[in-house]
């Protein structure tokens, strides 16, 4: 299973200034593991942090037709116990982490789960924990580059016959 971090699904849900370049990847990710019936799932928390950021009962309401797809895991008592024994061992390592990104990873860990995310604060959680975090293969050269920009690069290899 792969959980879905609040910055992931930001990138794919914009409906303003659709990402560009690097920040793109991570949506064009999501998209094609959705599109494969991939074992996706949002924390609970991730829910409540998208659906605080909206400004109209509109746009809630097509978040969560968005978001009704995906199963949803919530937190119990040994979810919480976990976050808290990772916020200790992050702060013993001079790490300071988030209560909410602490919960995302314990999340994680208790179900044996990668956790897809472009936020950066999670490489030093998993610095202090077993979180293991998922990382999407890059696009295929054929994918990224134009027609034009693989001719002057010497890449017609690359252009299907």
Known sequence: MILLDTSVLSLALRRRGRPEGESRRP???LVTMVMEDWQLAIPGIV????????????EVERLEEALAGFPVVLADHDDHLRAARIANQCRAAGITASTIDCLIAALALRR????????GDFADIAACCELRLF???????RAVLSDEELRRRGS???RPN
Do not use: C, I, K
């Not at 829910?47 to 509109?58: F, K």
């Not at 990382?135 to 050269?141: G, K, N, S, T």
């Open 135 to 141: 990382v999407p293969a890059p696009p295929p050269l």
């Open 47 to 58: 829910v409540q942090e998208l659906l605080s950021g909206v400004r109209t009962p509109a």
């Open 156 to 158: 017609s290899h690359l």
């Open 27 to 29: 949506a064009a990710a």
């Open 112 to 119: 044996e789960a990668e956790l897809f995310t472009t936020d």
